[in-house]
Each structure stands twice: as structure tokens, then as C-alpha cells.
């Protein structure tokens, strides 16, 4: 037993060597797979860091809204009887827009204001009456009803004809704003309307706006009187100058996803040829830097949160620079240190 477990302890001994050599050997060639990269010219492409402005940038989708719209409605049923604006008219504030028929409106005023003198005679008919034990203080409390009666019915009265006259002032509807006519949805007189039948739309086109909505992880990157630039589908060849006017507090209801409200204020005073409801994008300038060192964005790779580039060497071996980055585009990066503009960079092609 002792001449066997010598013998295994010799064997073991004389191979130790051998069993090391080819660890060592095997680590050498996983370092030369893992380390010496080379540029391959039929695959991989070259590139230079180049000098130029940079900005990051936020774009939202949205359309042109009106802080200015009105829906006129009348406030009670009758016969239209006037309409004095047509579809795309300019009207201005405080101008007669449309009218019920008001003969019987009228009508019921005058007897309205009948019954008012009707009660304000018998109220001063019970006043004399009474006015000797009003005078020598002795009014019981028949008497003092009797008193009240009147009066609540000479109040009444006066509301009523009040009310009355209200009737025939609402029986025309104004414009509380200057602005074009864009929806009528009853233009014929001599129809029998109600408030819900009879609505006239009034939109002010120099207080337009675009509005668009931003995601809860995007909101608090913006804040007010940001500068952005709205680029509107039907115009894409006129990008507008705008600034951020408003950021609700609260988000969209009614959505699935948490957004909330952005509104852009236009700078341009020009704004006749927009239309409400017209689409385009709001871009918003995040960050922004001037005659910086960038480098394709395809050209930065990552190993455990740190960039890093492939820097080719006078021969073909690559040699792995950690960099420092900074504003990222859609198609660059900013290089804040580890290159200069000499250096040649490859973006190696898997």
C-alpha cells in the first residue's frame, strides 16, 4: 500500500510541470484573443473626432390650439329670427351676432311692468290704509301681515319685470371678443331654436398657440420660457421660433400614460395663415455647446458604465481609450477628454 501511494505521489510530481505549462499557455492565448484587436480594413471604418456645435434635444409631437374660442348659445328657446355673421367673418367685441324674435318677449314685459303698477298701487292703498296705527303705534300682528303681503307682492313684482327685461336683452347674442366666426350650426332664420340647437364659435387666430404633450420622465428636464422651435407639417420648410408658456401641474386625463400639458407660445406676430388643429413637432434645445470635439455616436462603446473607444495605433493593433462624454445628439457625442483631433478612431463591424 505504502509502494502505491509513493508511486502515485512521484507521478503526480513529475507531471505538475506539464499540467502548469499548459494553464499558462492557455492563458497566454485567451490575453492575445481578448487583447490584441486589429483594424480590419474591409470591415471596420475610420473616423476622426471633428470640432462643431452640439445640442441635445427633446422633440414633441403636438397641433395649433386658440387660448381665445368662444361657443356663443342663447339662453333661452325662440324663433330665430336674425343671424348677422356668415362662416370665416371677422367680428369684432361687443358686435350683434344673431337674435330671437323678441315681439313676444316684449310683450310679456309691458305686462310685466302692468302688474308691477297694479301691486305698487295696492301697496300704497294698504300703506294709507294702515297709516294711522302705524302712526299712533298700534299695528297688531293681522295688521303687520297684512303690511308684508304687499310688500313681497310689490317685490315680486319687480323682479318679475326684472327677469322680463333680462329675457330681451339675451334675446340677442354678442361677441365678448374680437375674432373670425368658424363654426354656425343653425344659419336659417325663421326657425324655432333651443339654447342647445343654436351655438356660433368665435376664435381669436392672434391668440394661437401649439400644445403638445411631454412624458413625466421628460417634464422636469423643461421649464418655462425655454426656447423651442415648431416645425408645423404644412409647413415644413418655415420652422417658427416659440417659447414654452405653460407646463401643467397635473397630468392628462384620460390617457393611459402619464403626460402632461406643454403649451409654446409663438414669437412670430405673422400668424394669419396657421389654422387651429394643424400638426407638427416642438424641438427644445436641452443642452447645447459650441466648437466642441464630437465623435460619432457609433464610435463610443461601453464596458461596465465607462465609455470607451478604439484608438488605432501606427500598425494595425487597437489600443482601448477610456473617454469622457458629455452632450449626446442623435448622431454625435461630445468628447470632454481622452482624444484629441489627431487621433484616428475605428468603429469596429461585428
Not at 509502494?3 to 494553464?23: D, G, N, S, Y
Not at 483594424?39 to 409631437?61: C, E, G, W
Not at 354656425?184 to 324655432?192: C, K, R, S
Request: hydrophobic share 35%.
Amino acid at each position: 500500500m505504502k509502494k502505491i501511494i509513493k508511486h502515485l505521489a512521484t507521478t503526480a510530481f513529475l507531471l505538475l510541470p506539464i499540467f502548469l505549462f499548459l494553464v499558462n499557455l492557455k492563458i497566454t492565448a485567451i490575453g492575445r484573443n481578448t487583447t490584441a484587436l486589429k483594424y480590419n480594413p474591409k470591415k471596420d471604418k475610420l473616423v476622426t473626432p471633428i470640432k462643431k456645435d452640439i445640442s441635445q434635444q427633446i422633440t414633441l409631437a403636438g397641433q395649433i390650439q386658440a387660448h381665445q374660442q368662444t361657443k356663443l348659445k342663447f339662453a333661452t328657446s325662440g324663433k330665430l329670427v336674425w343671424v348677422g355673421v356668415k362662416l370665416g367673418d371677422k367680428v369684432k367685441k361687443n358686435q350683434a351676432i344673431a337674435s330671437l324674435d323678441k315681439r313676444e318677449l316684449k310683450k310679456k314685459l309691458k305686462k310685466k311692468l302692468n302688474d308691477y303698477l297694479t301691486n305698487r298701487w295696492n301697496f300704497e292703498d294698504t300703506q294709507d290704509e294702515y297709516q294711522d296705527e302705524r302712526d299712533k303705534l298700534i299695528i297688531d300682528d293681522e295688521m303687520q301681515r297684512i303690511l308684508d303681503r304687499a310688500q313681497f307682492s310689490l317685490n315680486n313684482a319687480v323682479i318679475d319685470v326684472e327677469i322680463s327685461d333680462l329675457a330681451l336683452k339675451y334675446a340677442t347674442i354678442y361677441s365678448p371678443i374680437d375674432g373670425i366666426i368658424t363654426n354656425i350650426e343653425q344659419d336659417v332664420t325663421g326657425v324655432n331654436i333651443t339654447p342647445t340647437t343654436a351655438e356660433f364659435t368665435i376664435t381669436n387666430p392672434s391668440s394661437i398657440y401649439f400644445q403638445a404633450e411631454v412624458d413625466q420622465e421628460e417634464v422636469s428636464l423643461l421649464t418655462e420660457k425655454q426656447s423651442a422651435t415648431v416645425l408645423l407639417d404644412a409647413f415644413d420648410q418655415q420652422p417658427l421660433p416659440a417659447t414654452i408658456s405653460y407646463i401643467s401641474f397635473s397630468p392628462i386625463s384620460g390617457i393611459s400614460s402619464t403626460s402632461y400639458q406643454i403649451d409654446f407660445q409663438f414669437q412670430s406676430p405673422q400668424l394669419s395663415q396657421y389654422r387651429l388643429g394643424m400638426t407638427g413637432d416642438a424641438t427644445i434645445d436641452l443642452r447645447q455647446a459650441k466648437n466642441s470635439l464630437c465623435l460619432p455616436f457609433e464610435a463610443i462603446n461601453q464596458d461596465q458604465e465607462k465609455s470607451f473607444v478604439y484608438l488605432k495605433k501606427d500598425n494595425k493593433d487597437l489600443e482601448k481609450r477610456i473617454v469622457k462624454t458629455g452632450i449626446e445628439s442623435d448622431d454625435y457625442i461630445q468628447i470632454l477628454d481622452g482624444l484629441s483631433m489627431s487621433d484616428t478612431i475605428v468603429i469596429k463591424q461585428d
